[in-house]
């Protein structure tokens, strides 16, 4: 694993909304570049950045057209290897994102694809063999071209699914991942991540990585597929770093991937932390961390104790963290993500608390998730000083109300959110036993009971993290001392094997003496 994914704390920026250069009303790579301090100086060391390829925007990005050349209204490959060089002298890292189940139908390979006449695309996609069959289990595209068959859709009608075979063929055009077009499809796929290592990127996040070989119940198809990019991104670039949006870290993790994500879908229980009807990090406190730390044990043991998973406070799919939760709530969310196991994801604007905007209609195939793809709001100058744009050209239109956070606000108030997460990052920054490696153990984490409590451990130190999101005092027995209050936000203490943490209270303690 790359030596710098071990204290790696992420900042994932979607492109059109971060910072506009240039006054067209939409983010681009010359205004990430203008915005390095502000990261830097939130202390993320690594950024995330959404497709930011040639493509027709069906999906914001996610039907990439042309995998090699920077979208235009982005700027230019010359301006992303800028952005590379600029991240490595700060000793910062980037992970681009590789889409590599579908591309958009606009792409050349999908074109030739439906020429009737056999081409060297012919098979590059799922097809099936007549235009009255459709793929089982997908959704597909027929009748737009004079090829006889059904091609395979991964989520939007817009996006074909890229032939990388099935595990169980149960048709005869369904081919096996080892034949040769699926492998011409892979190796295509290894080009492009060659060329955009080559050029300095530090690694991809991968795009529903669980989904290339289809007809793949337990994923050994697609785990198989992944060892094969290892091997190549061993031999070739040992330094690239591999987070699959997969959800399922023992799978993904064999495949050779560093990190897995947990998501909003899937088995890991993220959602009762953040987004369900009574989440555990509400004051409300009527929400429970059991199922969600019960799977996350599982899957730390079925992960040989590696654990590295990251835990996003939200991305561009998922609401907003602020849409449900207030300041203090969201201190409280943020205590928990900077102290566990594996990188934490940063979804931009969450840490000034950026709200979910309301009522949008959909851009880019964004529906419900454009509420959370927003313009990041940096001042209280003309469209927050997001873009010099008109009003009417912003990309997506901006939080209107007065009262909207803004990066400058948070800055110069010491109490405000953005700086809560700068001290958790530091702190977690200098104590290796928090960051992505350290064991975690579970102390307290029990159905419908507060607080959740757990240690944090390498072989230099023990640090125990009590999390109080609910606004009771609440406590649990507790034979240990503590040393050291590395972190506090209200109060936790520990007297007389017992531990009470104040109403809406987090705390980081190093331990000396520890018994249970
Ligand atoms: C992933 C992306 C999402 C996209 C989808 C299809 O889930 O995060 O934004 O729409 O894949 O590519
Ligand atoms: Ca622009």
Redesign the pocket.
């Known amino acids: 694993m790359p030596k710098w994914l071990d204290n790696a704390v992420f900042y994932e920026i979607y492109p059109q909304s971060f910072m506009d250069s240039n006054a067209d009303g939409i983010g681009d790579i010359r205004g990430i570049i203008s915005k390095l301090d502000y990261i830097e100086g939130l202390g993320c060391n690594a950024l995330w950045i959404?497709p930011c390829f040639v493509s027709p925007f069906t999906?914001?990005g996610?039907?990439v057209a042309d995998y090699c050349t920077v979208a235009p209204r982005y700027g230019t490959n010359d301006d992303l290897k800028t952005l590379f060089e600029e991240l490595h002298k700060r000793g910062m890292h980037v992970l681009l994102d590789l889409?590599p189940?579908?591309t958009s139908v606009e792409h050349k390979w999908f074109k030739e694809s439906m020429d009737p006449e056999e081409n060297v695309y012919t098979h590059r996609y799922v097809w099936t063999d007549s235009i009255w069959e459709s793929p089982e289990g997908m959704n597909n595209i027929r009748g737009i071209s004079q090829r006889d068959g059904c091609c395979g859709v991964?989520?939007?009608s817009t996006?074909p699914a890229l032939n990388y075979g099935f595990y169980n063929k149960t048709r005869p055009w369904q081919m096996s991942p080892d034949d040769p077009a699926p492998t011409a499809t892979l190796d295509a796929m290894i080009s492009v991540m060659r060329f955009w290592l080559k050029m300095g990127c530090d690694g991809f996040r991968v795009?529903?990585a669980a989904s290339l070989v289809k007809n793949d119940e337990e994923g050994k198809g697609n785990i198989a597929l992944w060892k094969k990019v290892r091997t190549f991104l061993d031999k070739e670039f040992p330094e690239a770093a591999m987070v699959s949006?997969w959800g399922e870290p023992d799978k993904s993790l064999e495949g050779g991937f560093h990190m897995d994500f947990l998501l909003h879908f899937g088995p890991s229980h993220y959602n009762d932390l953040f987004r369900c009807d009574e989440p555990f990090f509400s004051k409300r406190g009527n929400g429970s961390i059991a199922a969600f730390a019960d799977t996350y044990k599982k899957n730390y043991e079925k992960t040989g104790g590696k654990g590295l998973i990251c835990i996003p406070s939200g991305?561009?799919?998922m609401d907003r963290l602020a849409r449900k939760f207030d300041t203090g709530e969201l201190k409280i969310c943020f205590a928990f993500l900077l102290s566990m196991p594996g990188a934490p994801f940063i979804y931009y604007g969450d840490e000034i608390g950026m709200r979910y905007i309301e009522g949008l209609i959909s851009v880019e195939?964004g529906f419900g998730?454009t509420g959370s793809r927003s313009p990041m709001q940096w001042n209280d100058g003309v469209n927050a000083g997001f873009s010099s744009a008109a009003f009417e050209k912003l990309y997506i239109p901006i939080d209107p109300f007065p009262d909207r956070p803004t990066a400058e606000k948070n800055i110069n108030d010491e109490n405000s959110l953005y700086n809560e997460i700068k001290r958790l990052i530091r702190i977690r920054q200098s104590h290796t036993a928090l960051q992505s490696k350290g064991k975690i153990e579970f102390v307290y984490a029990q159905e419908n009971a507060y607080p959740l409590a757990y240690i944090r451990s390498d072989d230099r130190e023990k640090i125990l993290v009590i999390i109080n999101p609910s606004d009771k005092e609440c406590g649990f027995d507790f034979n240990g001392a503590g040393q050291e209050l590395l972190y506090t936000n209200g109060i936790v203490k520990i007297s007389e094997g017992r531990i009470c943490a104040s109403p809406q209270s987090a705390a980081f303690i190093k331990l000396d003496r520890v018994h249970i």
Do not use: K, L, P, S
């Open positions: 959404n999906d914001a996610y039907d889409v189940g579908h991964n989520f939007f996006q795009d529903m949006e991305n561009h799919d195939g998730r």
